[in-house]
């Protein structure tokens, strides 16, 4: 494996605990096991992948698939079929969600820094950004991508969740104990713990780092939560967050604090919750409506 | 339930295992598999064509069928 | 075990399958994707989210124009098929084609260097079949009294061919219209178990088919086995009644309306992916036919033995049993942007005809959402037994005759190629056009006198025209 691995291992109660620094996030993985060797393979596979799925979709990285498409300068890229089929999940999300979710918004970046600050772009900029954004003016055909000069993409909010989903699978390869893959807060379970127990998963509060905000009960599936709780703008009394309405380039309004969602994958739970924060103030009700299993904090 | 969820799992372990001795079997193994989820890699990716085409050839041929049924449905012939 | 679903909304679950569908797919590029299966309750990789295991549909409609050379045949069939597809395997499909054919066809007495007079019956008066001496090059006239005679049908029709010419019933037009029906779905252990149904109709001719299918996947799905059972049953009401096979042609109304024709079949299948980029079928097909299988309008010459004149014209007369086998091989190769298609089929039957049918086709996808498609087919029958250009006027009549060309030894080439558009992620638009052109021996060694100076194979030169478009959606 020609990518140094970091983690350190420590037996937590009936668990080995595997941490590691990856994509600017604390990572765990936890097995269920009393085998450190197992336990110790099972997180050098995890951070590897991790790893991986960095360097391949880093959007700050020149050698990465995201840095080259940005830096084509309007010429065609060739993608791998991992790469493609991230992007069709991204296009599909930018259809069901009418254009909410769009990998393309990272341009609106460059106008809005989410440091806690008072600083408030100005329209004009914003406009002139809002012609490098849109899903719909870039080609996505054939396994080649084609961003007009100046667009660029941003896997961002999708390739943690991704890198979730594909830990536990690389984890699932290796043993059947019982394991838990968590990145930043965004985790997957493999199944129950062993003899039907259910994981139990603290939600932290948005207000201060080391503060829980409730606790959850898990078997199976995934948690991911979408919120702008160290991320925001305030000024004037008014506080934006750090998702991004790409059809006005302007911070949605009245967004939750933090929306956290069950589901099948962690992939998935991250997309509702995603487009949940879209929606505003109407987050509740578009959770409602949708079925999900979610919780809002305001 | 548990116990079921207990021979769901010796099974898969058996059918791994199966899978796993007969190396030389034909055919990629499922990550393999993307070419062939290509819709035109269906053997009948356009059905009205090929429907189409075997009409045509029923009514002007003394062959039929080898697709699928000989049958013409139609007093073409 | 998984996590309660609620009654999901749209969006929702269009989420949970798109991202089950992403982590398959990904895990079958990176690595043990049978994991990943498992995991997500899924058994086959889809990278768009039509793929299996998600509910969706998928629209067909098609629209063919067929136009043989020489002013004969043409017909316009507009089809359109729906299929449903279930999240666990199920579908359901729906089609129905509607037919309207016109034109000269053939009637199967040779060339003279005289001309020749034909009589038919009269069609009913009010029936689409009806033809007019203006439109259809035929006269109405008296038949001669015979005793019994129905009065209303003392009326026939007649219609005359040039010297030197083939022999051609301009009168040919009919209407067809087919509705079929099927389900499927994978049961207990059975990966694919269905059944359908089809009934087709035309002013002369009705037929309906039936067929129950089994498959079952082995070797982690690289291969499949199929049966099929297949049955049809035919009936015949051709106008003017059933004539007696071998029998003088004439314009009256035969006493017998309606024969019927039943076939019983099966399809053995194999299809095997073989390497990553080659998937292959092997079929084997058996047919048994019993009954009416005579071209009720069909006549074939009986000439003179020295000047190869025609002196009479009988009905023509087939079997009323055939068995026919066919081995076929399919192959279908994914090689970057193409996709090549290579077929062989074998075809034999117990009338003394065999087949060989090869086709190609190279699918090649362009830049952006076009492909194009050219395509070719080779054919070769052998004559069945019976087969007779024509018949001599001092040799024993034999059991069966048929002078109808399919039935001749001939080659057939078909050339031609597609052109397709991908609309959307979802629908796709197509334009194909095909020539198909037949050669057989128009100078048999055997023609007698006149016969040896016309050109005794009637086949067929046709231009194939399909626009097509297929349209799926949630």
Redesign the interface.
Request: glycine share 10%; aromatic share 8%; charged share 20%.
């Given at each position: 494996m020609e990518i140094p691995l970091a983690a350190t291992l420590a037996r937590a109660d009936r668990d080995y605990l595997g941490a590691f620094q990856a994509m600017a996030t604390p990572c765990e993985v936890r097995v269920e096991t009393d085998d450190a060797e197992l336990a110790r393979r099972v997180t050098g596979a995890v951070e590897a992948e991790a790893r991986r799925i960095e360097a391949k979709f880093s959007r700050y990285r020149d050698d990465s698939i995201i840095g080259r498409i940005n830096a084509a300068g309007g010429r065609r890229t060739a993608v791998d079929a991992e790469t493609a089929h991230l992007l069709d999940f991204a296009g599909q999300c930018f259809d069901l969600s009418g254009g909410m979710f769009d990998i393309t918004s990272g341009a609106l970046r460059r106008a809005w820094r989410f440091d806690g600050s008072d600083r408030i772009p100005g329209a004009t900029d914003i406009k002139a950004l809002q012609k490098l954004v849109g899903w719909n003016r870039v080609s996505w055909r054939d396994c080649c991508l084609t961003l007009p000069a100046g667009m660029e993409i941003d896997l961002g909010g999708l390739a943690k969740e991704y890198a979730v989903d594909r830990a536990l699978a690389v984890a699932r390869a290796i043993t059947a104990a019982p394991v838990l893959v968590n990145f930043g807060g965004d985790l997957v379970v493999s199944g129950p713990r062993t003899g039907g127990a259910r994981w139990h998963v603290a939600i932290a509060s948005v207000e201060k780092d080391d503060a829980l905000a409730g606790m959850l009960e898990l078997a199976s599936g995934a948690l991911a939560t979408s919120g702008d709780a160290r991320r925001f703008l305030l000024k004037d009394g008014v506080r934006y967050s750090h998702i991004l309405n790409p059809r006005t380039g302007w911070p949605v309004q009245d967004a939750p604090r933090s929306v956290t969602v069950a589901a099948l994958s962690c992939v998935e739970a991250g997309m509702v919750a995603t487009l949940a924060m879209l929606q505003g103030k109407r987050a509740e009700k578009f959770l409602k409506r949708e079925g999900a299993r979610a919780w809002c904090i305001r | 339930?548990?116990p079921l969820?207990i021979i769901h799992?010796a099974l898969?372990a058996l059918v791994?295992a199966a899978?796993c001795s007969s190396c030389t079997?034909?055919?990629?193994?499922?990550?393999?598999?993307?070419?062939?989820?290509?819709p035109?890699?269906q053997?009948v990716p356009?059905?009205?064509?090929t429907?189409?085409d075997e009409?045509?050839?029923f009514s002007?041929?003394?062959?039929?069928?080898?697709?699928?049924?000989?049958?013409?449905?139609?007093?073409?012939? | 075990m998984q996590l309660k679903k609620r009654k999901a909304g749209r969006v929702g679950r269009a989420i949970s399958a798109i991202s089950a569908t992403l982590l398959i797919a990904t895990a079958a590029s990176c690595e043990n994707s049978a994991v990943a299966q498992d995991f997500y309750g899924l058994d086959k990789a889809g990278r768009d989210n039509f793929g299996p295991g998600i509910a969706y549909t998928e629209f067909d409609g098609a629209l063919l124009i067929y136009q043989e050379a020489g002013g004969r045949v043409q017909a316009i069939e507009p089809t359109a098929n729906l299929a449903i597809h279930g999240a666990r395997g199920q579908q359901l499909t729906l089609g129905a084609v509607a037919d309207a054919v016109s034109g000269a066809t053939p009637n199967g007495a040779v060339p003279s260097d005289r001309t020749q007079t034909f009589v038919t019956p009269l069609k009913p008066q009010g029936s689409s079949t009806t033809v007019t001496s203006a439109s259809g090059g035929s006269t109405v006239i008296q038949l001669p009294p015979t005793p019994g005679q129905v009065a209303s049908a003392a009326l026939g029709r007649q219609y005359t061919t040039a010297a030197n010419t083939l022999p051609m019933d301009k009168g040919f037009r009919d209407h067809r219209a087919a509705l079929t029906a099927g389900w499927s779905q994978p049961l207990g252990w059975i990966s694919e178990i269905g059944g359908g149904g089809g009934f087709s109709r035309e002013e002369d001719y009705q037929s309906i088919t039936a067929n129950v299918r089994a498959a079952k996947n082995f070797n982690s799905d690289n291969t499949t086995i199929s049966l099929d059972l297949n049955g049809e049953f035919d009936s015949s009401f051709p106008f003017g009644g059933v004539p007696t096979g071998l029998s003088a042609m004439n314009a009256q109304f035969k006493p017998v309306t309606t024969r019927h024709k039943t076939q019983l079949g099966f399809v053995l299948g194999l299809t095997e992916v073989m390497t990553r980029n080659w998937l292959m079928a092997l079929n084997y097909s058996y047919d048994s036919q019993k009954g009416y299988q005579t071209d009720p309008y069909r006549v074939i010459s009986v000439v003179d033995p020295v000047s190869g004149e025609p002196t009479s014209t009988l009905y023509e007369n087939r079997p009323e049993r055939r068995k026919t086998q066919s081995l076929f091989w399919d192959n279908k190769l994914a090689f970057g942007p193409t996709v090549t298609e290579l077929s062989y089929r074998y075809f034999t039957d117990d009338w003394g005809i065999s087949s060989h049918t090869v086709e190609a086709s190279e699918r090649i996808n362009l830049a952006k959402a076009w492909y194009v498609e050219p395509n070719v087919r080779f054919y070769h029958q052998n004559a069945a037994n019976f087969y007779r250009a024509f018949l001599v006027s001092n040799a024993a009549l034999p059991a069966f005759a048929s002078s109808d060309t399919r039935l001749s030894r001939f080659d057939a080439i078909t050339y031609g190629a597609k052109i397709g558009f991908r609309v959307s992620g979802r629908s796709e638009l197509y334009v194909r056009a095909d020539y198909y052109t037949q050669s057989g021996d128009g100078h048999p060694a055997n023609a007698i006198g006149q016969l040896r100076r016309q050109d005794l194979f009637a086949g067929t030169k046709a231009a194939i025209v399909q626009v097509g478009y297929q349209w799926k959606f949630h």
């Amino acid at each position: 494996m020609e990518i140094p691995l970091a983690a350190t291992l420590a037996r937590a109660d009936r668990d080995y605990l595997g941490a590691f620094q990856a994509m600017a996030t604390p990572c765990e993985v936890r097995v269920e096991t009393d085998d450190a060797e197992l336990a110790r393979r099972v997180t050098g596979a995890v951070e590897a992948e991790a790893r991986r799925i960095e360097a391949k979709f880093s959007r700050y990285r020149d050698d990465s698939i995201i840095g080259r498409i940005n830096a084509a300068g309007g010429r065609r890229t060739a993608v791998d079929a991992e790469t493609a089929h991230l992007l069709d999940f991204a296009g599909q999300c930018f259809d069901l969600s009418g254009g909410m979710f769009d990998i393309t918004s990272g341009a609106l970046r460059r106008a809005w820094r989410f440091d806690g600050s008072d600083r408030i772009p100005g329209a004009t900029d914003i406009k002139a950004l809002q012609k490098l954004v849109g899903w719909n003016r870039v080609s996505w055909r054939d396994c080649c991508l084609t961003l007009p000069a100046g667009m660029e993409i941003d896997l961002g909010g999708l390739a943690k969740e991704y890198a979730v989903d594909r830990a536990l699978a690389v984890a699932r390869a290796i043993t059947a104990a019982p394991v838990l893959v968590n990145f930043g807060g965004d985790l997957v379970v493999s199944g129950p713990r062993t003899g039907g127990a259910r994981w139990h998963v603290a939600i932290a509060s948005v207000e201060k780092d080391d503060a829980l905000a409730g606790m959850l009960e898990l078997a199976s599936g995934a948690l991911a939560t979408s919120g702008d709780a160290r991320r925001f703008l305030l000024k004037d009394g008014v506080r934006y967050s750090h998702i991004l309405n790409p059809r006005t380039g302007w911070p949605v309004q009245d967004a939750p604090r933090s929306v956290t969602v069950a589901a099948l994958s962690c992939v998935e739970a991250g997309m509702v919750a995603t487009l949940a924060m879209l929606q505003g103030k109407r987050a509740e009700k578009f959770l409602k409506r949708e079925g999900a299993r979610a919780w809002c904090i305001r | 339930m548990k116990p079921l969820r207990i021979i769901h799992g010796a099974l898969i372990a058996l059918v791994a295992a199966a899978a796993c001795s007969s190396c030389t079997a034909v055919g990629p193994r499922p990550w393999e598999k993307d070419l062939m989820a290509r819709p035109e890699m269906q053997l009948v990716p356009y059905p009205l064509q090929t429907a189409a085409d075997e009409h045509v050839y029923f009514s002007k041929e003394a062959s039929s069928g080898g697709r699928g049924f000989a049958g013409g449905g139609c007093g073409c012939n | 075990m998984q996590l309660k679903k609620r009654k999901a909304g749209r969006v929702g679950r269009a989420i949970s399958a798109i991202s089950a569908t992403l982590l398959i797919a990904t895990a079958a590029s990176c690595e043990n994707s049978a994991v990943a299966q498992d995991f997500y309750g899924l058994d086959k990789a889809g990278r768009d989210n039509f793929g299996p295991g998600i509910a969706y549909t998928e629209f067909d409609g098609a629209l063919l124009i067929y136009q043989e050379a020489g002013g004969r045949v043409q017909a316009i069939e507009p089809t359109a098929n729906l299929a449903i597809h279930g999240a666990r395997g199920q579908q359901l499909t729906l089609g129905a084609v509607a037919d309207a054919v016109s034109g000269a066809t053939p009637n199967g007495a040779v060339p003279s260097d005289r001309t020749q007079t034909f009589v038919t019956p009269l069609k009913p008066q009010g029936s689409s079949t009806t033809v007019t001496s203006a439109s259809g090059g035929s006269t109405v006239i008296q038949l001669p009294p015979t005793p019994g005679q129905v009065a209303s049908a003392a009326l026939g029709r007649q219609y005359t061919t040039a010297a030197n010419t083939l022999p051609m019933d301009k009168g040919f037009r009919d209407h067809r219209a087919a509705l079929t029906a099927g389900w499927s779905q994978p049961l207990g252990w059975i990966s694919e178990i269905g059944g359908g149904g089809g009934f087709s109709r035309e002013e002369d001719y009705q037929s309906i088919t039936a067929n129950v299918r089994a498959a079952k996947n082995f070797n982690s799905d690289n291969t499949t086995i199929s049966l099929d059972l297949n049955g049809e049953f035919d009936s015949s009401f051709p106008f003017g009644g059933v004539p007696t096979g071998l029998s003088a042609m004439n314009a009256q109304f035969k006493p017998v309306t309606t024969r019927h024709k039943t076939q019983l079949g099966f399809v053995l299948g194999l299809t095997e992916v073989m390497t990553r980029n080659w998937l292959m079928a092997l079929n084997y097909s058996y047919d048994s036919q019993k009954g009416y299988q005579t071209d009720p309008y069909r006549v074939i010459s009986v000439v003179d033995p020295v000047s190869g004149e025609p002196t009479s014209t009988l009905y023509e007369n087939r079997p009323e049993r055939r068995k026919t086998q066919s081995l076929f091989w399919d192959n279908k190769l994914a090689f970057g942007p193409t996709v090549t298609e290579l077929s062989y089929r074998y075809f034999t039957d117990d009338w003394g005809i065999s087949s060989h049918t090869v086709e190609a086709s190279e699918r090649i996808n362009l830049a952006k959402a076009w492909y194009v498609e050219p395509n070719v087919r080779f054919y070769h029958q052998n004559a069945a037994n019976f087969y007779r250009a024509f018949l001599v006027s001092n040799a024993a009549l034999p059991a069966f005759a048929s002078s109808d060309t399919r039935l001749s030894r001939f080659d057939a080439i078909t050339y031609g190629a597609k052109i397709g558009f991908r609309v959307s992620g979802r629908s796709e638009l197509y334009v194909r056009a095909d020539y198909y052109t037949q050669s057989g021996d128009g100078h048999p060694a055997n023609a007698i006198g006149q016969l040896r100076r016309q050109d005794l194979f009637a086949g067929t030169k046709a231009a194939i025209v399909q626009v097509g478009y297929q349209w799926k959606f949630h």
